[in-house]
């Protein structure tokens, strides 16, 4: 039971709560700030462990044994210390090695929990994408778990590819930001349909699993509505999906076709944009995108049927269960197996959570 609060407490001046709020943000801000510190700083320490194995085994000429014999020592020296299992030392070598110069690891990586390396580590071969992958899960906050979901569907090589005609239909540097929002293709494999299914069964299973739509979308879409009502002259239309864009400030209207792209279908979508535009769309929002999902579609088709069209369209294919390419199935492990072969760690404390992105 909690005990009464004095008397001389029951009320505080004025001003009182404002004050006390301005002191949890401070202190949580703190908080974050050290744990942050300290993150950077064993991460810095697992790459200078790692660079004096490769040094000595490199000069030296010490063979792996040695890696063996110090996990051994430096675990009976640090008893309450995890990290230090063979297989996290052979990890921090591989680090090292990933990672030759040392600001790249203050300035980039180091900002990112041990566990997250282990996943940029392990999961992809080049330092180029360890760094794109990277610099995002900063930016954007993302988990260790959604870290590894982004690398295994290649989100980062899926940006910007869809056919769109936003150079000469939107005002840079708006063109180049709405350009790079959208994917080619996008992944719908967790909605759990065949492609026998017709464009009513996706639409309605992408909203029953909005959460992962919107991941799969990526950060910055708002979900608006299904089956968007518009009255013209009397007639009813009804858009598919209707999306708003938070940094483009825009609404985002997604038309799904089940079957190959053809050209007549922008003209049902540029209705659409007009409408909203018109209907829907403040004076302080830019205009209205236009993507169109189909399941398939010939490149220079869609080109050529954007050329035009003087409303900002693209045009992305999208993915079901069954119909993944190869490319975009990996056989690389997971972070489950990733943490199983450290063994009983993987060093260094938790991440703070975080929004999911």
């Given at each position: 039971?909690?005990?009464?609060?004095?008397?001389?407490?029951?009320?505080?001046?004025?001003?009182?709560?404002?004050?006390?709020?301005?002191?949890?943000?401070?202190?949580?801000?703190?908080?974050?700030?050290?744990?942050?510190?300290?993150?950077?700083?064993?991460?810095?320490?697992?790459?200078?462990?790692?660079?004096?194995?490769?040094?000595?085994?490199?000069?030296?000429?010490?063979?792996?044994?040695?890696?063996?014999?110090?996990?051994?020592?430096?675990?009976?020296?640090?008893?309450?210390?995890?990290?230090?299992?063979?297989?996290?030392?052979?990890?921090?070598?591989?680090?090292?090695?990933?990672?030759?110069?040392?600001?790249?690891?203050?300035?980039?990586?180091?900002?990112?929990?041990?566990?997250?390396?282990?996943?940029?580590?392990?999961?992809?071969?080049?330092?180029?994408?360890?760094?794109?992958?990277?610099?995002?899960?900063?930016?954007?906050?993302?988990?260790?778990?959604?870290?590894?979901?982004?690398?295994?569907?290649?989100?980062?090589?899926?940006?910007?590819?869809?056919?769109?005609?936003?150079?000469?239909?939107?005002?840079?540097?708006?063109?180049?930001?709405?350009?790079?929002?959208?994917?080619?293709?996008?992944?719908?494999?967790f909605i759990g349909v065949?492609?026998?299914?017709?464009?009513?069964?996706?639409?309605?299973?992408?909203?029953?699993?909005?959460?992962?739509?919107?991941?799969?979308?990526?950060?910055?879409?708002?979900?608006?509505?299904?089956?968007?009502?518009?009255?013209?002259?009397?007639?009813?239309?009804?858009?598919?999906?209707?999306?708003?864009?938070?940094?483009?400030?825009?609404?985002?209207?997604?038309?799904l076709k089940a079957g190959?792209?053809?050209?007549?279908?922008?003209?049902?979508?540029?209705?659409?944009?007009?409408?909203?535009?018109?209907?829907?769309?403040?004076?302080?929002?830019?205009?209205?995108?236009?993507?169109?999902?189909?399941?398939?579609?010939?490149?220079?088709?869609?080109?050529?049927?954007?050329?035009?069209?003087?409303?900002?369209?693209?045009?992305?294919?999208?993915?079901?269960?069954?119909?993944?390419?190869?490319?975009?199935?990996?056989?690389?492990?997971?972070?489950?197996?990733?943490?199983?072969?450290?063994?009983?760690?993987?060093?260094?404390?938790?991440?703070?959570?975080?929004?999911?992105?």
């Open positions: 039971m909690t005990a009464p609060r004095p008397p001389s407490l029951t009320a505080p001046p004025a001003g009182y709560a404002d004050w006390l709020a301005e002191l949890k943000t401070r202190i949580h801000g703190a908080q974050q700030r050290a744990a942050l510190a300290v993150n950077r700083e064993l991460v810095l320490l697992y790459w200078q462990i790692g660079r004096d194995i490769l040094d000595r085994q490199s000069q030296q000429g010490w063979g792996a044994k040695v890696v063996e014999r110090l996990a051994h020592d430096l675990r009976n020296a640090f008893p309450d210390m995890k990290g230090f299992s063979r297989a996290n030392l052979m990890y921090m070598r591989a680090f090292a090695e990933a990672w030759p110069d040392e600001a790249i690891v203050q300035q980039l990586v180091g900002h990112l929990p041990w566990g997250h390396n282990l996943v940029l580590l392990s999961q992809l071969k080049s330092a180029p994408q360890r760094m794109r992958y990277a610099q995002r899960a900063i930016e954007q906050a993302w988990s260790r778990n959604m870290l590894n979901i982004h690398i295994e569907t290649r989100l980062l090589e899926r940006e910007g590819q869809a056919v769109t005609n936003f150079e000469h239909r939107l005002p840079a540097p708006g063109s180049d930001l709405a350009h790079q929002v959208l994917k080619d293709p996008y992944l719908f494999d065949g492609q026998e299914a017709d464009e009513r069964a996706i639409e309605a299973a992408l909203v029953q699993h909005i959460s992962r739509f919107l991941l799969e979308l990526g950060a910055g879409f708002a979900f608006v509505g299904r089956q968007v009502l518009l009255d013209v002259g009397g007639d009813e239309f009804f858009i598919d999906l209707l999306f708003y864009h938070l940094k483009l400030r825009c609404y985002v209207v997604i038309e190959k792209f053809k050209p007549e279908h922008l003209g049902q979508l540029g209705f659409y944009l007009t409408a909203v535009d018109r209907q829907i769309k403040t004076e302080h929002d830019r205009p209205t995108i236009g993507l169109l999902l189909c399941k398939s579609k010939n490149e220079v088709v869609a080109e050529y049927a954007l050329v035009d069209k003087t409303q900002p369209m693209g045009i992305a294919e999208f993915k079901l269960l069954q119909a993944l390419p190869a490319e975009l199935q990996t056989s690389l492990p997971s972070i489950e197996q990733i943490e199983k072969a450290l063994g009983e760690d993987i060093g260094g404390p938790p991440g703070p959570a975080v929004p999911q992105a």
